[in-house]
């Protein structure tokens, strides 16, 4: 075994859906800003009976479909999320239950909105490794029940959803690169202050909000663009590739201007770029995966294509993959 393939991909969001309109009637915002400043014009999200867990079953019950994989032979699942079902235990042992997948080792990870890329690379390490044959691993937010829907500034831009991929050992190429950064020094730009053990939930907590998301939002926008760029080049670097190999550059969707500006700065032709921000907005640790599943059923890639993944998101974490399907 030489290489970890992609075998199968999935994804779910809620049916529920936030319009830019409904917004309106929310806070103190526009649906001319939002798409101009965004490219969102509409988002999923959960109702109060879902959480990560359910969001994520969707899509792995999908991507093991799609594998042709049953839930019994995996060997591990990992769930990249920043809104698990609890602080304890993880998501993915919930989520290994309601599978049935008995023989699997379960775990979170936690990488903000890169945590897809991190799952991929730890799920190809442990393959690797000889530790596992098959693994599925999910991205999945839920980031409506940590989202202040009193502030104008963060509310517009995040919606819900899951993304999955099983993942195998090959003889045949699949994941070529995958390049892997954060900066700790910019925790406090993006992040909840609450709920974790530093700032238990407690009534003042409550009073002053800070259970829900605080963002920088043009800090994070030129970060974002710069640490995109260059992880993308050392992506397809290491991976032995030029850009023009790329058959679909499938980013992180957080924001069309950072998309435009990532694929301007790599000189890619629009129709290389795939983007679905406008209809489920910045899902986080889902968006990857979420597109990758809608390229392949939207039949944008297929077996034997070279994929482009980049991601940022909280920590500050950030990094790029080249795969080929
Ligand atoms: N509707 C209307 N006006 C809004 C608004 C909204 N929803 N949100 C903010 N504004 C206002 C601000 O108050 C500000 O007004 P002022 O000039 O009177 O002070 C003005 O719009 C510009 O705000 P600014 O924050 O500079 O806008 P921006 O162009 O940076 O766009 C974001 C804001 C959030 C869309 C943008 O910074 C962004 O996308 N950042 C990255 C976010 C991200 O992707 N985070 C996750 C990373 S994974």
């Known amino acids: 075994m030489k290489y970890v393939k992609i075998i199968g991909t999935g994804s779910s969001v809620p049916e ?37 867990s359910d969001v994520a079953y969707g899509a792995a019950e999908k991507a093991l479909k799609a594998a042709g994989v049953s839930p019994q032979e995996l060997d591990v699942i990992i769930v990249g999320t ?34 897809f890329l991190y799952t991929l690379h730890v799920a190809e390490g442990i393959i690797k490794s000889g530790g596992a044959e098959k693994i599925l691993a999910i991205g999945v937010d839920v980031l409506s029940k940590v989202t202040d829907f009193e502030d104008r500034s963060t509310c517009i831009l995040f919606g819900d959803g899951a993304g999955a991929a099983v993942l195998t050992a090959s003889e045949e190429p699949g994941i070529l690169s995958s390049i892997l950064n954060s ?76 998309l435009e500006a990532v694929r301007k700065r790599l000189n890619f032709p629009e129709e290389k770029v795939f983007a679905n921000l406008d209809k489920y907005g910045n899902t986080s640790g889902a968006s990857i995966p979420l597109a990758l599943d809608e ?22 974490t950030w990094g790029a993959s080249v795969v080929k399907l």
């Open 16 to 52: 529920a859906i936030l319009s830019n309109s409904d917004l309106e009637k929310m806070v103190d915002t526009s649906d001319e800003w939002i798409t101009s400043r965004t490219g969102i014009k509409e988002r999923r999200i959960a109702d109060e009976n879902t959480a990560a």
């Open 295 to 316: 390229a392949v059923r939207q039949g944008k890639v297929k077996e034997g294509n070279l994929v482009l993944f980049a991601a940022f998101g909280a920590g500050f």
């Open 183 to 258: 900066d700790g020094n910019h925790w406090d730009l993006l992040y909840v202050p609450a709920g974790g053990s530093r700032t238990p939930i407690d009534e003042e907590v409550l009073k002053s909000r800070e259970q829900y998301i605080k963002m920088e939002g043009n800090d994070v926008f030129k970060v974002a663009v710069k640490s995109m760029e260059s992880a993308t080049a050392d992506a397809i670097a290491k991976a032995n590739v030029s850009p023009e190999d790329i058959d679909l550059f499938v980013p992180h969707q957080a924001n069309h201007r950072i």
């Open 82 to 115: 920043i809104t698990p079902d609890f602080i304890f235990p993880s998501t993915g042992c919930v989520l290994q239950s309601r599978l049935g997948a008995k023989k699997a080792y379960a775990f979170d990870l936690m990488a903000g909105c890169s945590g």
